[in-house]
């Protein structure tokens, strides 16, 4: 049996988990997918570095699960694809 690298899996379970942070701060929109997320809105809510962060963040936009524009601050929006893949990860019946 050959077993999966475990570091991968850690990475992409800290990637995920920005990911269910920022659902998690728009999912009361009415259009979650339009609402603009702010740094400092995930800052509070994780306790990661910053570095750490944006790293996740490049990671779930090359993926298609959130955009990122540059406004007066950054601005982070989640993807219908970033979404889905939270609702259906099972995640939320650990998270709400």
């Not at 963040?57 to 959130?66: A, V």
């Amino acid at each position: 049996m050959q077993y999966p690298n475990f570091e991968y899996i850690y990475r992409m379970e800290s990637r995920y988990k920005t990911l269910l942070t920022i659902y998690n701060i728009t999912k009361e929109d009415p259009q979650p997918e339009t609402y603009k997320c702010r740094p400092r809105e995930i800052i509070l809510r994780q306790f990661q570095d910053w570095n750490v962060i944006q790293q996740h963040l490049t990671l779930l936009e090359e993926e298609g699960l959130i955009t990122t524009s540059q406004e007066d601050t950054l601005v982070i929006w989640i993807t219908s694809a970033g979404i889905t893949l939270i609702k259906n990860s099972g995640a939320l019946t650990h998270s709400d």
